[in-house]
């Protein structure tokens, strides 16, 4: 009962939010999650919330720009660029 209860109090705190402020919120959480659970100490759980805050907050920026996407080149780097036109 009180896992349903927490989840709905976080759900509730996130739906009043920008979509980057969202993506930022599950990013850093979804983040804190994996990173705990492979290194298995609170400092990779900090640095896996980190990297999945700015993560998350990049992602959700592109949400907020119609006709944005969200793109990685051949060397990992990520940039926003005009989505393809026609469906491709």
């Given at each position: 009962?009180?896992?349903?209860?927490?989840?709905?109090?976080?759900g509730?705190?996130l739906?009043?939010?920008s979509?980057t402020?969202?993506?930022a919120?599950?990013?850093?959480?979804?983040?804190?999650?994996?990173g705990?659970?492979?290194?298995?100490?609170?400092?990779?759980?900090?640095?896996?919330?980190?990297?999945g805050?700015?993560?998350?907050?990049?992602?959700?920026?592109v949400?907020?720009?119609p006709?944005?996407?969200?793109?990685?080149?051949?060397?990992?780097r990520?940039?926003?660029?005009?989505?393809?036109?026609g469906?491709?």
């Amino acid at each position: 009962m009180k896992k349903a209860l927490m989840l709905m109090l976080a759900g509730a705190a996130l739906a009043s939010c920008s979509p980057t402020e969202r993506g930022a919120g599950i990013g850093a959480a979804s983040g804190a999650i994996i990173g705990g659970a492979v290194t298995g100490n609170v400092r990779g759980a900090a640095v896996g919330a980190a990297v999945g805050g700015v993560s998350g907050a990049l992602i959700g920026s592109v949400q907020e720009q119609p006709g944005q996407c969200y793109y990685r080149d051949r060397y990992g780097r990520r940039y926003i660029d005009d989505c393809p036109r026609g469906g491709y």
